[in-house]
């Protein structure tokens, strides 16, 4: 099983600042198959980025994923109000798939 | 647009079943697997398993192995989740997700199991 870890587990930043969230996989995800989710309180997972890199449909340019061997990043550029909550990872290029334990990033 | 459109909340006694699911639109239902995700109260996303409507074929995680099955109705394009002997800690939100090239998720089921 690979074993998602994401760090921080909370992120305090303030609005236009720079957010940089962490995935580390326990070994290679096949096809670099992994996805970033926000999630607000009451709400579904959103996805935001699918396969490392590709933005999901209406998501703005100010979210990227990059990956650097088993390293994946999420950064968000300048943050606007509503992008403070909480971010999961998951890999899905192998069974089982599993989730990153999330971190939240909250208003400084 | 493509749709996961899952049942309604349910509440179940200890040692109780729930069948969850989950009715896809706007795209081949048996093009993509459909896997189910679950988040209790204040906790992160949990994966249980994936379902390949193609065939029906499944995968479990090992949590949950013995007390839940996953099944595909290709005909009306639904996706179910059964999951038996159920405990306080099955309480959570319940999501399935076809994940592929694209991803979408349902609006999620909440599952509470109180005496």
């Known amino acids: 099983e690979i074993v998602l870890t994401q760090s921080p587990g909370t992120l305090s930043l303030s609005p236009g600042q720079r957010a940089t969230l962490s995935c580390r996989a326990s070994q290679s995800v096949s096809g670099n198959l992994l996805a970033w989710y926000q999630q607000k309180p009451g709400q579904a997972p959103r996805l935001l980025i699918r396969a490392a890199y590709s933005r999901a449909t209406g998501i703005p340019d100010r979210f990227s994923g990059s990956v650097s061997g088993t390293d994946f990043t999420l950064t968000i550029t300048r943050l606007e109000p509503e992008d403070f909550a909480v971010y999961y990872c998951?890999?899905?290029?192998?069974?089982?798939?599993?989730f990153g334990q999330g971190t939240k990033v909250e208003i400084k | 647009q493509v749709q996961l459109v899952q049942s309604g909340a349910e509440v179940k006694k200890p040692g109780a079943s729930v069948k969850v699911s989950c009715k896809a639109s706007?795209?081949?239902?048996?093009?993509?697997?459909i896997h189910w995700v679950r988040q209790a109260p204040g906790q992160g996303l949990e994966w249980m398993g994936w379902l390949n409507p193609n065939g029906g074929g499944t995968y479990y995680a090992q949590t949950f192995q013995g007390r839940i099955t996953m099944t595909g109705d290709t005909s009306i394009s639904t996706a179910y989740m059964e999951l038996n002997s159920l405990t306080s800690d099955d309480t959570a939100v319940y999501y399935c997700a076809r994940i592929g090239v694209e991803i979408d998720w349902g609006q999620g089921t909440l599952v509470t199991v109180s005496s």
């Open positions: 706007g795209y081949t239902f048996s093009a993509y697997y």
């Open positions: 998951q890999q899905y290029g192998d069974a089982p798939g599993t």
